[in-house]
Nanobody, 122 residues
Framework: QVHLVESGGGLVQAGGSLRLSCAAS????????MAWFRQAPGKERQYVAG????????DYADSVLGRFKISRDNARNFGYLQMTSLKPEDTAVYFC???????????????WGQGTQVTVSS
């Protein structure tokens, strides 16, 4: 069982930056891939970025490629999502998730945080 807690969301102007953090309750290095999803009001939860267990492989949704960077600190059991050049369409609740294998589909992940709100004003 993995308990995840996100933090770092907030209100930012378009073009600004935020860094989201995800604290894991137990050791995830060597065990779990981590990913970030987001969900805007009235929309499906969508994949944003994912990283494998040792941080050597990451990938991104086309909509955030080149603007967002996922990373992890296995020594501290933390995952991060650095977001730059934010746009109003990035506004959503952002969720951290973990699973034994990295994937892009919501149903592939068992463990989820409660989410953190990111609002980008124009």
């Amino acid at each position: 069982q993995v308990h995840l807690v996100e933090s770092g969301g907030g209100l930012v102007q378009a073009g600004g930056s935020l860094r989201l953090s995800c604290a894991a309750s137990r050791r995830t290095s060597g065990t779990y891939a981590m990913a970030w999803f987001r969900q805007a009001p009235g929309k499906e939860r969508q994949y944003v970025a994912g990283i494998n267990w040792d941080g050597s492989v990451d990938d991104y949704a086309d909509s955030v490629l080149g603007r967002f960077k996922i990373s992890r600190d296995n020594a501290r059991n933390f995952g991060y999502l650095q977001m730059t050049s934010l746009k109003p369409e990035d506004t959503a609740v952002y969720f951290c998730t973990a699973e034994s294998l990295k994937g892009r589909l919501r149903d592939e992940y068992r463990y989820w945080g409660q989410g953190t709100q990111v609002t980008v004003s124009s």
